[in-house]
């Protein structure tokens, strides 16, 4: 399957978006892509500017995309997504 992707110009490592709403930064946390295959939003902070960014086409495989969904859940499972508050029992 080929993902667009962007190239971060301070810490070079490709990011792409795997679904519409998921946001991804870089590991520098200098250049962010967001979109999917639905539309490609990407930004970078200063002192770069949108033309540092290179645009790439890359293939990825949809086993290795369900893959990354299934680590991403375990994150979330092992504590970095947030607990429901407990609800107090009305005064009777």
């Not at 490709?14 to 520098?28: G, K, L, Q, V, Y």
């Given at each position: 399957m080929l993902r667009t992707a962007v190239r971060c110009p301070s810490c070079l490592i490709a990011i792409f978006s795997r679904d519409r709403h998921?946001?991804?930064w870089c590991e520098c946390k200098t250049t962010f892509v967001d979109g999917g295959m639905d539309y490609l939003?990407?930004?970078v902070e200063s002192p770069?500017?949108?033309e540092d960014v290179e645009i790439l086409k890359i293939e990825v495989s949809e086993e290795d995309l369900e893959k990354q969904k299934?680590?991403?859940a375990?994150?979330?499972d092992q504590g970095t997504?947030?607990?429901p508050r407990k609800r107090?029992?009305?005064a009777e």
């Amino acid at each position: 399957m080929l993902r667009t992707a962007v190239r971060c110009p301070s810490c070079l490592i490709a990011i792409f978006s795997r679904d519409r709403h998921d946001f991804r930064w870089c590991e520098c946390k200098t250049t962010f892509v967001d979109g999917g295959m639905d539309y490609l939003r990407f930004g970078v902070e200063s002192p770069f500017k949108l033309e540092d960014v290179e645009i790439l086409k890359i293939e990825v495989s949809e086993e290795d995309l369900e893959k990354q969904k299934k680590t991403l859940a375990q994150k979330e499972d092992q504590g970095t997504r947030r607990r429901p508050r407990k609800r107090k029992k009305a005064a009777e």
